[in-house]
């Protein structure tokens, strides 16, 4: 599957803000709004564009909080502790993982007496789970 400097322009673009006019990203590239509708199109029909997704503040939600996660699990139970996982309001991504935790999830909390709560008594309880380390992000770079 190939995509050209245009479509890579129009990923950029709307990794930026999804939200950006076509006829913003048509002025950009010197083409048509059409064109730009029909690479767009283009993009999703391939699979190279999943979705568009809304960026939310935790903060702003009251979530005072917010932790990368490293859960590991007995080998034969990943996969119902991940499913567990999903379920929860609380872990907002995630992901199966190769590297120090099998599993990893983005856990957002009310405060450090809510966070030591879910690690405690909702992750840490789950059958099969055998270790929970919990990592706060203090600052989001990128």
């Known amino acids: 599957m190939t995509v050209d400097e245009r479509d890579k322009i129009i990923l ?8 950006t006019p076509f006829t913003e990203i048509a002025k950009v590239l010197g083409i048509s709004e059409t064109a730009v509708r029909k690479r767009v199109k283009g993009l999703e029909e391939k699979g190279v564009i999943e979705g568009y997704h ?53 856990v957002w909390a009310r405060d450090g007496e809510d966070l030591a709560d879910i690690i405690s008594n909702k992750i840490g309880k789950l059958d099969g789970v055998t270790k929970v380390c919990p990592a706060i992000i203090l600052e989001k770079l990128k």
């Open 12 to 19: 950029e673009m709307l990794s930026k803000d999804a939200r």
């Open 54 to 106: 809304v960026k939310i503040n935790p903060s702003k939600l009251g979530y005072t909080l917010v932790s990368l996660t490293g859960v590991d699990t007995l080998p034969e139970k990943i996969f119902t502790v991940a499913e567990k996982l999903k379920s929860f309001e609380f872990v907002k991504d995630l992901y199966l993982t190769s590297g120090d935790h099998m599993i990893m999830a983005e």
